[in-house]
Every structure is written in C-alpha cells, then in structure tokens.
Nanobody, 125 residues
Framework: QVQLVESGGGLVQAGGSLRLSCTASGRTVSTASMAWFRQAPGKERALVTAIGWRPGTTYYTENVKGRFTIFRDNAKNTVYLQMNSLKPEDTALYFC??????????????????WGQGTQVTVSS
C-alpha cells in the first residue's frame, strides 16, 4: 500500500518562502514520477511541477518557473517543493502524487495513481 504524507504548508506573506515535503511509504520515490498538484477554491486540481524517475526530468507549469523547485532525497524517500517569491495566487491546497513504479509520463496529470491528503498554503498580500 502506497502512502504519501505531505507537510510544510502554512501561512506566509507575499514574497516569502515555504518548503513542502512529501514522504512516501510502500514505494521508493526514486522509481516513480512524483508531482505536486494544487487546488484553489472553486478551481480544478492542477499540475504544478513534476519530477520523473529518469534523472534530469522535471516539469514546471509556466507561472511557477523560476520560483518553485522540485527535488527529491532518495535516502529519505521524500520529495520536496521549494517555493520562493510566493504570490497570493499561489494560495491553494497542495497535493503530492506518485505514479506506479517506472510508469506513466511525469508531465501528464493523468499518470498519477497515488495521492497524499494535501497541505494548505496561504499567501497573504
């Protein structure tokens, strides 16, 4: 059974930073594509960033490029999302997701099979 547990959300002022963590059990993060999605009130869940199981494969949606960084620590079986220069429009519930081992396409939002419970990020203006 794959379980993903997010942490690190909170309230931050515009321009500030947060780091989200997603720790996996029942799955080695190095063998799966991992992603962060977010869902704002009244909006659909959207893919924000992803990291493929192949080295050097990352995806960022246009409006977070240069501000967000996804990376993983295989020794800790954890994927991180470093968020800098946060804006009020980044406010959302952030979800961690994983594909099956060596499966899916990391930049395809429909490839993700396993989900965390979400962590709230609120950016005040």
């Amino acid at each position: 059974q794959v379980q993903l547990v997010e942490s690190g959300g909170g309230l931050v002022q515009a321009g500030g930073s947060l780091r989200l963590s997603c720790t996996a059990s029942g799955r080695t993060v190095s063998t799966a594509s991992m992603a962060w999605f977010r869902q704002a009130p009244g909006k659909e869940r959207a893919l924000v960033t992803a990291i493929g199981w192949r080295p050097g494969t990352t995806y960022y949606t246009e409006n977070v490029k240069g501000r967000f960084t996804i990376f993983r620590d295989n020794a800790k079986n954890t994927v991180y999302l470093q968020m800098n220069s946060l804006k009020p429009e980044d406010t959302a519930l952030y979800f961690c997701a994983a594909t099956r081992a060596y499966g899916g396409t990391y930049y395809d939002k429909n490839s993700y099979n396993y989900w965390g419970q979400g962590t709230q990020v609120t950016v005040s203006s």
